[in-house]
């Protein structure tokens, strides 16, 4: 959107300047100590901005990991990255590790999404939960056309082939997704496993992942488990008979979808106690919280109290970064809203967790700009400023753009400028997109008209308030 045409001072009187672009270079880089002025390239600051306190560093005193849903496509885009970067100790592949996506074919394992979340978080030192390996649902076709030996032969071969492929990665991994009806019959779900091989599927799938990888913590991961109901006694139920037994479980994820309909239950603390109590860690593998505001962080906050209560509540995951890339994106169940913002969610977990709250954690404000040329006539072209926030949230930026003494600033959008009194300085600052999350990013262009100097402009550092 163009939002200013700027009669500069300069109007009409091309070439009349004196000052020439090394001095000015010069003047903008005396003005920032920290900043490189470069037309071309990227302007570093030096400013190291952490915030004092993040999710997965108030969980991490807590002796907990805070951990956030993750998709592999979302990974280039910069805010996604740096929030997830910033905020979270932990990830879960949202989509990248079910069968559908890693053997859509029988015996043909594709794991190039999955293996990019997990270098992703393996080389910043977040834990990667796995989910999931047997699970009725994204389940390939081929699957449920399997007779019944095959299909146990295949189930054990995918759990072996992932498992194997992931050793030593994964942190836990949800090894039964799901396997029991909603409501009050606390039977078992029908699916290909279930209606094959039986209720045995579950324990064999548990004792099929020991035997691979006898490092990951194996885990149970359902919906409507959350507090104390029909569906939740049937897990316990199987999940008390496994330790009577023996059968290898180590976890039981609570996926925790909460909206009005279904609130965060008044036994959700009881419930993972009693869980915990049967002698398996307890994890908060999915929560979201549809709604906004005070109710939604008072929801947040009450989820986050529960697990620190339980001693064996190792860890919570929000079931994505941003409302905009939310499953259910319309109800905003998530921390940060879809421009990265934190919201009283986020202040709420992070309080909860005993971390500094504030929308912003206390860090430092700072932001980088980069410049590229556009268009180009043979009269004018125009630049593009991209501005990134840095590790912490902004409200404010400030770039100078400063032009040879024959050129002059016919257009500007994206931005309010304002002009020294040569007309070749243009300090920038923002027309509405000032507030970024740490790592957001938001951009403003101008048209130069050449006057026969084709020179870049220098881009001063950026400023952040
Ligand atoms: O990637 C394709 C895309 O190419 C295509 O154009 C588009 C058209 O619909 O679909 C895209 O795939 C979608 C995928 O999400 C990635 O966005 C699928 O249709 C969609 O079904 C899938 O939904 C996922 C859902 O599980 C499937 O059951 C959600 O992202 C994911 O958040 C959700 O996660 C589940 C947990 O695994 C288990 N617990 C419940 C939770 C929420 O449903």
């Not at 990667?128 to 295949?154: E, F, I, K, N, Y």
């Not at 923002?430 to 008209?449: C, E, R």
Request: glycine share 12%; with cysteine; net charge positive.
């Amino acid at each position: 959107m163009i939002s200013s045409t700027r009669p500069t001072p300069g109007d009409g009187r091309a070439g009349e300047g004196r000052t020439p672009l090394r001095a000015y270079a010069r003047r903008a880089l005396a003005l920032s100590v920290t900043g490189l002025l470069t037309a071309t390239g990227v302007v570093a600051l030096s400013g190291t901005a952490h915030a004092a306190s993040t999710l997965g560093e108030a969980a991490a005193a807590k002796g907990r990991y805070f951990g956030t849903a993750v998709a592999a496509n979302r990974l280039s885009e910069a805010p996604y990255a740096a929030t997830l970067n910033t905020e979270f100790n932990s990830a879960t592949p949202e989509n990248e590790m079910k069968w559908d996506a890693l053997e859509p074919s029988r015996g043909t394992f594709t794991y190039g999404a999955a293996d990019q979340i997990v270098s992703h978080a393996q080389s910043r030192g977040m834990k990667v939960r796995g989910h999931t390996l047997v699970w009725h649902s994204q389940l390939p076709g081929w699957v449920g056309a399997l007779g019944t030996a095959d299909l146990r032969t295949a189930m054990n071969n995918h759990i072996t082939q992932v498992m194997r492929h992931y050793q030593g990665k994964i942190h836990s991994w949800d090894v039964v997704n799901e396997a029991f009806q909603d409501g009050s019959s606390g039977a078992r779900r029908s699916s290909p496993f279930q209606d094959k091989l039986g209720n045995g599927f579950i324990e064999e799938s548990f004792r099929t992942a020991r035997a691979t990888d006898p490092a990951a913590k194996l885990c149970y991961n359902d919906y409507n488990t959350d507090g104390i109901n029909a569906k939740s006694n049937a897990v316990y139920a199987m999940v008390k008979d496994f330790k009577q037994r023996g059968v290898p479980i180590d976890c039981v994820g609570f996926q925790s979808h909460f909206n009005s309909n279904s609130p965060v239950p008044g036994d959700f603390q009881q419930n993972l106690q009693r869980f915990a109590d049967l002698g398996v860690d307890v994890q908060i593998t999915e929560l979201d919280i549809e709604g906004s505001g005070t109710a939604q962080a008072t929801s947040y906050g009450n989820v986050v109290r529960a697990c620190l209560a339980v001693t064996r509540c190792t860890g919570i995951t929000v079931w994505g970064v941003t409302d905009k890339y939310s499953w259910r994106a319309s109800g905003t169940p998530l921390l940060f809203d879809g421009n990265y913002n934190k919201k009283p969610a986020y202040d709420a977990v992070l309080t909860a967790l005993g971390g500094t709250s504030g929308g912003g954690g206390g860090g430092t404000r700072t932001c980088t700009v980069s410049y590229a040329k556009q268009e180009t006539w043979g009269d004018r072209y125009n630049g593009k400023v991209t501005v990134t926030a840095g590790s912490a949230p902004i409200s404010g930026w400030s770039v100078r753009v400063t032009i040879a003494s024959a050129q002059r600033i016919s257009t500007t959008w994206n931005g309010t400028p304002s002009w020294d009194s040569t007309g070749k300085v243009m300090t920038m600052t923002p027309a509405g997109n000032g507030s970024l999350a740490a790592g957001g990013t938001t951009s403003f262009g101008f048209t130069i008209m050449t006057n026969g100097n084709t020179a870049p402009p220098g881009i001063s550092a950026c400023t952040a308030s």
